[in-house]
């Protein structure tokens, strides 16, 4: 029986509780246990997490990992990784080591630059709207100095607004296209609230111009709103060293390996179904440190990916050449983050996470970040080319999988033990552990 509870929002917490085990779950007794068995003891810090988001009922755990002996330009980092794949910190850990006795990482901030658009409708002429447009620029930046006065004095604020004509692709759709430095914050509130008084202003102004027909007048505002897409806030991570240096397997030939990295990052630059794994890979990293610093992994996601097709086919973000004897592996990615603002003045271990990294500047964690994903691709394709990725993952997964067949404690060493030097498979634990069993 369908039923519709209306006046949901309105409940407490509890009574949310109750309505839904009721609901829809046979045991609901039991089901209440699993949600408020996840409640932080302390009624602060659970009143702080009921806040964050609407309609709370619990919190949601995720694993909070460290990835150790980053090296970044010259600075050892910790770094916290919240995550719920096995195998991503250990890989993203090894990775680091491997490298911090090679020089270590170099990262650089090559932009900043975060935009915002205005889209509207006008069915007049261009050349009337572009004069219109110059006329009036000056009071965009008037009409939101209120909102842009404390970024200007960080030193950020908008950088420009420029009128872009798009009817080719929709009949009368034209935007405002804005740029924005907003330094140590995300600045998604700061945008979309400077967007939404242009497209005030634009509405207002164009009331009073008289090269508008009474038609022109009426310029109609769809929407404003911030662009994940930030192809010029970028930041490049990379590692190189001679080609003898690249491996610490004397069973692995530094050249071939070498020569095998490189064809396997050309792949995924021309092959767009290899290509979507292998970023999946650099955004394990990514993702779980963005996670980790509450910042939006979402954007980030969204932004790299349309990167990754900005030259009209899906691609690989990250790159390899040997040039001289020397191995050189980077990355270039958009990434929009901020070190205050949102969670990061809020949730505990998001503050616990900024302090153990320094607590950096958005520039600082922008490279920290890349360079984690840059360290997690590295440790996958070195995987993929070497010994294949299942022997490392599954004997990470392996545990997951005890855990899932509620092994003991004695049981876990005898199928350690047992599948330390055995091909894994999850049919294959089940089989030994119920043999064991019997």
């Known amino acids: 029986m369908l039923v519709i509870n209306k006046g949901f929002s309105k409940l407490s917490k509890e009574e949310k509780i109750d309505w839904i085990v009721s609901q829809y779950f046979i045991n609901p007794q039991e089901a209440k246990q699993t949600v408020t068995q996840y409640w932080n003891s ?16 619990t919190n949601f755990y995720l ?8 090296i970044i330009n010259g600075k050892n980092y910790t770094i916290p990784m919240a995550v719920e794949e096995s195998s991503v910190v250990a890989a993203a850990a090894k990775a680091a080591k491997f490298w911090s006795e090679r020089g270590g990482f170099k990262a650089t901030v090559l932009n900043t630059e975060k935009i915002g658009q205005v889209h509207f409708l006008f069915s007049g002429n261009f050349e009337k709207l572009n004069t219109f447009f110059q006329s009036i620029k000056a009071q965009f930046f008037a009409d939101t100095e209120n ?18 004509d798009k009817t080719n692709e929709l009949p009368n759709y034209f935007q405002l296209h804005a740029t924005f ?62 080609i003898e240096q690249l491996s610490d397997d004397a069973a692995i030939d530094s050249k071939e390996f070498a020569e095998k990295f490189v064809t396997a990052i050309k792949i995924a630059e021309i092959e767009p179904y290899r290509a979507v794994t292998h970023n999946k890979g650099i955004m394990n990293g990514i993702d779980a440190v963005v996670l980790a610093t509450g910042n939006d992994f979402r954007a980030i996601e969204a932004g790299a990916h349309a990167y990754a097709s900005r030259n ?11 040039e001289n004897g020397i191995f050189t592996f980077w990355i270039d990615i958009p990434l929009a983050l901020g070190t205050i603002g949102g969670l990061t003045n809020l949730h505990p271990l ?6 153990m990294l320094g607590k950096p500047n958005a520039e600082e964690l922008m490279k920290i970040v890349a360079v984690t994903g840059l360290a997690q691709n590295f440790a996958a394709v070195r995987s993929l080319t070497t010994t294949g990725i299942q022997k490392g993952h599954m004997k990470m997964h392996l545990m997951n999988i005890l855990n899932q067949h509620h092994a003991t404690k004695q049981e876990k060493q005898q199928v350690l033990d047992y599948f330390s030097n055995t091909t894994i498979s999850h049919s294959l634990v089940v089989d030994y552990l119920e043999k064991i069993r019997s």
């Open 350 to 355: 998001v503050k616990f996470s900024m302090e």
């Open 312 to 322: 009209g086919k899906y691609s690989s973000l990250s790159h390899a050449k040997i």
């Open 181 to 242: 430095n907003t330094k140590d914050s995300m600045g998604a509130n700061f945008i979309n609230t400077c967007l939404e008084q242009f497209a005030k202003t634009l509405e207002n102004q164009a009331q009073y111009y008289e090269a508008f027909s009474e038609e022109g007048k009426k310029i109609q505002i769809i929407m404003s709103i911030l662009s994940n897409y930030v192809p010029n806030c970028l930041v490049r991570a990379e590692v190189s060293c001679p």
């Open 147 to 164: 909102f842009t006065k404390n970024m200007q004095k960080r030193g950020g604020g908008i950088l420009d607004i420029t009128l872009v």
């Open 63 to 70: 694993p909070l990992g460290v990835a150790p002996n980053f």
């Open 42 to 57: 302390d009624e602060n810090i659970q009143k702080l997490h009921d806040e964050f988001i609407e309609n709370t009922i």
